[in-house]
């Protein structure tokens, strides 16, 4: 069990305790908005209370993504030696579990009053954020102003405290308004942006839930998810506020500037930052203090719930004015001093800021200065004492907005008091311009923090640059101290571990203060010491930024800065500038050391390398022509299979093969071989140029297993003979008597093999290993090239039969057609009605003929009689044409309904035949009835049945008379 520190610990210092006191703060890094507000907290209370601050910024404790894991090193050296109280932010520990952080709290809390910022710790006093109100708050804000009842909640990581108690505030509020809690609501996170993300894809698309309609609002557990969600949904075009509203929690400055403004409930950094210095300065001087100290929260109502931003409707609040005396109206202005100004205060408090908020003594002159404008003998000093006043709190890091809420409140309640109406206009004027003096100073302020953040970059530039440029260890520290008094800081000692793997011992490098450089002559010292006691500013209260110093995993040593400018992120940039310049020079001497070795290893391989050099570069000469070559190979190989792939037969496909890559690879000659099976050989198919026609013409062939081509065709393998001369198995070409080198490769598609393809060099040792694996590649691709061209002639022929076969068809359906429509020529439109056409239509001049055709078979016409006074125009005719098309299309398919319905009944004929024949067992029976059935059904004058054989005759007839 860890000891509870309700009182302060028995010295465990060397120093006497009569010395000031000096506090710590463990933080990931004064990295960003909520880091540096703590850090500015603590800041102001150890200045208020004459105590030494020392912040100390080791990274997230085992970070799993190893950026910080090096700066860890700074938690094993601060420690009581030098600290007499500890602050441990649980941010250091949010990628630990549980049994890990409380043995981090225990490891500090037995030697000193400890005290844990942001979750709580059992055994020591802990400040934490009331996480359940804040969120309790957001939640019932949705509910109770908003009407929603469908909201979803993307949590925190499990088992972490402050997550938990967000998720049980959002249970709580649905309990209280009886609404249940949907688990397909609820969605798991890490604090991280992409959590936000996949949780609306999850609701969305794994849950097939429906914006607006299935959930109308989504709560994020911190601001970071929240921000994914905003992207997530305005990547999928919904609106926020209108189709879902969103909640976040933590108040990052980013959420002031989202598209819209983030409604969120602010994590009180700064107010915190004071809690806990004042807790732990209380437990040095044995005040007791509680278990658990929560610091309140309330929830910054911006525009992405659905609100209107609550200082533009403050700035709206009507005035009524009161029916009173000027006495009277002046008395009760004094009356409601004290009330205003709790109201004041309360409208500006924390606001959302990480920093501190107006004080109450600038508030009060704000008062007295309203009511000096009620005096009609005011100088009119209001503009100017006003300005003076805004400036003073932006001078202090508050945003100058806050004012327009403050003077929101002043208008609501100064003028309802006004009876004079000259004063209540010289009043309504002055709100009017001071609303207009509030906007130039917010713009000013912002113009003034851009432009500091870009001189500042520019002067971290300047002294990075400065830092890179040095050459060695003096150099650098001649840097170090002519560089960071410019950026306004009063002093800095950079150490170096004396063995990085064990660092005990430490050594500085380079160290100024106030009185210039010092240090130079320090010995090594413990490192757990910070600094050696003759440089240990025990004479004056200070505050110093520790940064750990390493590149990647690679521990360098660390620097403690004295505070000047009141920017955190600033110490950090320093930081990773110094770790950068410290390795870039030791590379340089390290280089140094060793560049004396190397000159003598040189001198004594000259000659070893001159020679080698030569040789390297021949053997370098002849690879890059070996590289150009298998390049333009390469790149021959990709047009050839370009072109082959547009060849429309195979004969052409087969003549393009060999001349493409006999000129292109610049072969002495190519040629295809196909086995031929009626042969029992490879008979030529294709060879290049006039030599390959004399031999086509001769009837070239080449047995199995006979020459190259013969041992390709057997094996189904690729055969390289580099010289010929040397082959005992090749056999002389009478027509080819320069070649020296050959190669045969199959023409293989998996398992079915259409030629070898055979290429010969007239220089012996010019067809190489890089030759085979080339032209086995293209043959892969002119095996697919043949393939497809066969099976486009086979398509091609059979699509060609299949059109003359439907053509065929369609021509006797026609002839059928006309045989039963005989003495039907069509039908005429006469102006009045139609009529059937029996007589052939007599010729004019003025008529104008549109061919219905069929499967381009034509079989009929339209015709149509025109007005000779105004001829068919272009249009027309394109109309005439088109219904012409349409009416064959519609005639084809009422011939083929008329076809399929005969059909039809024929089959109904045939079915009740055959029903009617199996009825009886009996052979003349049957017959009987089958003639029976066939002269009513069909209609047959007469039908006759006869069974013959060499035993048996039987006969069924019957005739009907027409």
Known sequence: MMNNHNTHHPDTRAHSRTERPTIGLFTYGI??????????????????????????????????????????????????????????????????????AQNFYRRYADHLPTVSLGVQVEGIPSVVVDNYMGMYSAIEHLVTVHGYRRIAFVRGPEGLDEAEERYRAYRDVLAAHDIKVDLSLVVQGNNLHAAGVEAVALLCDARHLRPHDDFEAIVAANDNMAFGVLDALQARSLRVPEDVAVVGFDDFV??????????????????????????????????????????????????????????????????????????????ALTAEREAVLDELAQAVQDNGAQSGAVERSVLEALWDLCLSVLDPASNGNFLPALLALVRRTTDAGVDANLWHTILSVLRRHVPAHITDEAAYARFDSLCH??????????????????????????????VEQALMAS????????????????????????????????????????????????????????????????????????????????????????????????????????GDQLSSALRAVRLIEDNRRTQAALEQAYAAVEQQVQARTAELQREIASRETLYERRALQVQTSTEISQELAAVPSLDDLYRLVVTLIKERFDYYHAQIFRYDPEINALRLIIGYGEVGQHMLAEGHQIEMGIGVVGRAAETGQSVLAIDVTRDQNWRPNPHLPETQGELAVPIRLRDQVFGILDVQSAQAGALTLDDQLLLQQLCGQIAIAIENTRLREEMEGRLEALNLLQQSMSRAGWEALREQRRGLYGYVYDGKAIQPLVQPPEATREVYVAPVAVQQEIVGQLAIQTDPERPLTADERMLLAAIAEQLAAALDRARLFEDTRRSAARDQIISELSTQMRTSLDIDQVLQNAVREMVSTLNFARVEVRLSGEDLEVAGAEEVNA
């Open 31 to 100: 990295v960003d908005t909520l880091s540096q507000a703590v850090w500015l907290g603590m800041e102001d209370v150890a200045r208020e209370h004459d105590v030494n601050l020392i912040c100390c910024s080791g990274g997230t404790l085992r970070d799993f993504t190893g950026m910080t894991t090096a700066a860890n090193i700074l938690y094993d050296l601060v420690g009581a030696e030098r600290l007499d109280g500890l602050v441990i932010w649980s941010g250091v520990l949010h990628h630990v579990d549980h049994e890990t």
């Open 254 to 331: 980013e959420g002031r500037y989202t598209n819209p403004p983030l409604t969120t409930v602010p994590w009180p950094g700064y107010a915190q930052g004071r809690q806990v210095a004042e807790l732990l300065i209380g437990l040095l001087n044995h005040v007791p203090a509680p278990a658990v100290t929560r610091v309140p929260t309330e929830l910054v109502i911006r525009e992405s719930c659905g609100c209107v931003i609550p200082a533009v409707q403050q700035a709206g609040v009507a005035i009524t004015p009161l029916a009173v005396s000027g006495e009277a109206s002046v008395a």
């Open 433 to 462: 311009q001071a609303r207009v003096l509030i906007s130039y100073e917010v713009q000013r302020t912002a113009g003034r923090k851009a432009w500091q953040i870009q001189n500042r970059a520019t002067q971290l530039r300047t």
């Open 471 to 574: 050459l060695d260890m003096e150099h650098f520290v001649d840097g170090l101290v002519q560089q960071l008094p410019t950026l306004g800081i009063p002093g800095c000692t950079v150490v170096l571990f004396d063995d990085p793997q064990q660092p005990i011992l430490a050594r500085i490098v380079g160290a100024y203060n106030a009185h210039g450089r010092v240090g130079q002559e320090t010995p090594a010292f413990a490192a757990q010491m910070l600094l050696p006691e003759t440089l240990w500013p025990y004479e004056r209260r200070f505050s110093m930024v520790l940064e750990a110093l390493y590149v990647r995993q690679e521990r360098l040593g660390y620097v403690l800065f004295e505070i000047g400018p009141r920017d955190g992120v600033l110490y950090g940039a320093l």
